[in-house]
T-cell receptor, first 113, second 117 residues
Framework: NAGVTQTPKFQVLKTGQSMTLQCAQD?????MSWYRQDPGMGLRLIHY???????DQGEVPNGYNVSRSTTEDFPLRLLSAAPSQTSVYFC????????????FGSGTRLTVV | AQKVTQAQTEISVVEKEDVTLDCVYE???????LFWYKQPPSGELVFLIR??????QNEISGRYSWNFQKSTSSFNFTITASQVVDSAVYFC??????????????FGKGTKLTVNP
């Protein structure tokens, strides 16, 4: 089915470990972004990309790295996991159309111990 | 700077009641977009509606309706004759179009709606 696919769905990391959250979309969307959701905080933008080879920081970028080598994929890297990065992570994509609605992935629940 | 405020943290109603979820936004742009998303207990985010700043017409979709008022910077969401399946967290979000696209969504903190049978 077309949409945004995130893997893994669940992950437990030890403090200091690194890992990559995968995000892929097959809708040929130009925009892709990563959000984190914390209780009582809503969703906050980590990084976003307006096309292959172009990325930029969002509201809470520290501790995360991204790259966009293809239109389809937008991985999020945790460089050295910290307990403060325990959260639910959502990847989203949309067309380059002003105000178009985003399609979200199903989320990755990450726990850092 | 953009900001979205959903003052109601939690709302509880009995089935068949009408319920309105409030959303107040702040932006300096004259062109912007407003969204509502639903997050059911399963956790996924479901797009409900988007509205651009030039279209103040109210929208109705089945039991859902949205009231956009630029004068009060509000974009409220009403569910008529609520059902248990409406139980979810609802997020209001804002995007400014000053750079040509909807690449940044600013979300409110969400309103948790519980509909009791």
């Amino acid at each position: 089915n077309a949409g945004v696919t995130q893997t893994p769905k669940f992950q437990v990391l030890k403090t200091g470990q690194s890992m990559t959250l995968q995000c892929a979309q097959d809708m040929n969307h130009e925009y892709m972004s990563w959000y984190r959701q914390d209780p009582g905080m809503g969703l906050r933008l980590i990084h976003y990309s307006v096309g292959a080879g172009i990325t930029d920081q969002g509201e809470v970028p520290n501790g995360y790295n991204v790259s966009r080598s293809t239109t389809e994929d937008f991985p999020l890297r945790l460089l050295s996991a910290a307990p403060s990065q325990t959260s639910v992570y959502f990847c989203a994509s949309s067309y380059y159309v002003k105000g178009d609605g985003y399609t979200f992935g199903s989320g990755t629940r990450l726990t850092v111990v | 700077a953009q900001k979205v405020t959903q003052a109601q943290t939690e709302i509880s109603v009995v089935e068949k009641e009408d319920v309105t979820l409030d959303c107040v936004y702040e932006t300096r742009d004259t062109t912007y977009y407003l969204f509502w998303y639903k997050q059911p207990p399963s956790g996924e985010l479901v797009f409900l509606i988007r509205r651009n700043s030039f279209d103040e017409q109210n929208e109705i979709s089945g039991r859902y309706s949205w009231n956009f008022q630029k004068s009060t910077s509000s974009f409220n969401f009403t569910i008529t004759a609520s059902q248990v399946v409406d139980s979810a967290v609802y997020f209001c979000a804002l995007s400014e179009a000053n750079q040509g696209g909807s690449e940044k969504l600013v979300f409110g903190k969400g309103t948790k709606l519980t509909v009791n049978p």
